[in-house]
């Protein structure tokens, strides 16, 4: 889900207003390097970070990104790739289906927080199942919290899939949790909570949790097997959810509740086992619930 188109070494580098000066092994002319491409440094491990690279000394051999490159994260032999526009693929962080759980959430979280350092962009979930679990002590898999301009994109449902590992965990787990975030976006994929039809609800355990967030797209997404609701919609604006397929869900498939939700539209979903219902609002007499729009379900 990315194109690489050159591969080098990092000598060295340094701190340069706001981003760094780069030294790579092979000068910039000899790979072909422009201003506007991207540099991925140390691929396929935790430590991964992608940088815009946004002007080029071809006397001194080196290229100036931004953001700065984190001191002491990388050393003199480290891999680097060009790439000619950026894309957070979590494979890059170190995830793979084949991986822990441990490993996933730990490498699927450094690909949010890098691509949210760089301005926002599309964090990739190429073809598998990538397991994950708690992020130390946190109620949450995976953090979507207080950041902006993150579009999570998969290659399909029943292609790409994140779920929750399936273990002796009964204590609140969201996989997703995004708190006081600003435009996320879900496409293309599976997210699977891991609840058995003969397990309790888990209260706070969804696989997609909003608080105090704006503009939210779910898109073609296979919520499936929460532990509580499919998805919690808490004092939010602008939330969209479409032609998803949201089932076998512990307590409710979609779950608006007060404080002041605004501005919901649920169209086009497919809804099936769910426990108690399909969508629920709740709503008290001091707070609202309002402009919801809600048709071509089934």
Known sequence: MWTQIKETILSSYTPAGLGSDVTLASTPSTLGINVGMWLIVEPYSSQCQIRRIVSI??????????????????????KVYIQTSPNWDITLFGADALKTATQNTESINAAITDCYQCGGGIVSIPKGKYLVERDGSNDWCLNVNN????????????????????????????????INSVNIEWHELNIEGTGSPTDDFVGDSECIYL????????????????????????????????????????????????????????????????????????????????????????
């Open 57 to 78: 000394n071809s006397g001194a051999g080196t290229v100036n990104v931004v953001p700065a490159l984190t001191t002491g994260w990388h050393s003199s032999g480290d």
């Open 147 to 178: 950041v902006t301009n993150i579009k999570f994109l998969g290659e399909g449902i029943g292609v790409s899939s994140i779920e929750r590992e399936n273990n002796s965990d009964v204590s609140p787990l969201r996989v997703f949790s995004v």
């Open 211 to 298: 608080e105090l967030t704006d503009t939210i797209l779910i898109s073609k997404v296979n919520i499936t097997m929460s532990r509580y609701n499919g998805v919690t919609i808490k004092e939010s604006n602008y939330v969209r959810i479409e032609n998803c397929i949201i089932n076998q869900c512990l307590n409710y498939g979609i779950s608006a509740i007060y404080p002041d939700c605004n501005n919901i539209e649920i169209q086009s979903n497919v809804f099936f086992d769910n426990h108690y219902q399909d969508i629920d609002f709740e709503n008290n007499h001091s707070h609202t619930i309002s402009n919801v729009l809600i048709e071509n379900n089934s």
